[in-house]
């Protein structure tokens, strides 16, 4: 009966073990708070498709700076407010600024306090932000770089926080590791 339960046992952590790959966390290119582009519409009201990219390192890495948050939000900048998400958002070509943009942006709700900022070529700009159940909308002149900068973590999730997809390989590795440890073990009491 023990060699049962250790047989099944080890069955668990060597499975557990070989699903660690597919439980891999997201690429850190972005929180994976902004989910999706909802609506886009031009300056005549015309419906739109937008692409969402992965932006440069750069950027990521000076839009979750508060000094940078605090620059461009001016006397709009309130203690608490952090970047979400950064994503470079693009538009066909030959579209007719400025457009509107509905995000799908996953726990944010009519009550969340933020703004987007968006990338100049040269500094961050402002841009207003109008929150719904999930959504986040803004109307931009142009289009590059936006970061999506709320008060608090109200996603429950920040820049940087998500699990590096090495460090849920490891725990993979290990788990194997003594699976195969205790696998060698019960050969040599059976014998």
């Known amino acids: 009966m023990k060699r049962r339960s250790l047989v099944i046992i080890m069955a668990i952590l060597l499975l557990f073990g070989l699903s660690s790959g597919i439980m891999a966390a997201p690429s850190p290119e972005t929180t994976g ?31 979750v700076k508060t000094e940078t948050i605090k620059a461009a939000l001016g006397k709009d900048y309130m203690e608490g407010m952090i970047t979400v998400d950064i994503l470079d958002v693009r538009m066909p070509e030959g579209t007719a600024f400025p457009v509107t943009i509905t995000f799908t942006v996953k726990g944010v709700t009519p009550d969340t306090v933020g703004y987007f900022m968006h990338w100049t070529g040269d500094k961050w700009e402002k841009v207003d932000a109008i929150f719904g159940i999930d959504t986040m909308t803004g109307t931009f002149d142009s289009l590059s770089p936006v970061a999506f900068v709320v008060m608090g973590d109200v996603t ?15 725990a993979g590795v290990v788990i194997l590791a003594l699976s195969a440890a205790a696998f060698a073990l019960s050969k040599r009491r059976v014998r």
């Open 156 to 170: 429950q999730v920040a820049i940087g926080t998500s699990p590096q997809t090495s460090d849920i390989f490891s």
């Open 33 to 63: 708070v902004v989910v999706q582009i909802q609506s886009i519409t031009d300056r005549n009201g015309n419906p739109l498709y937008g692409e969402l990219l992965a932006a440069g390192d750069a950027i990521k890495a000076d839009a």
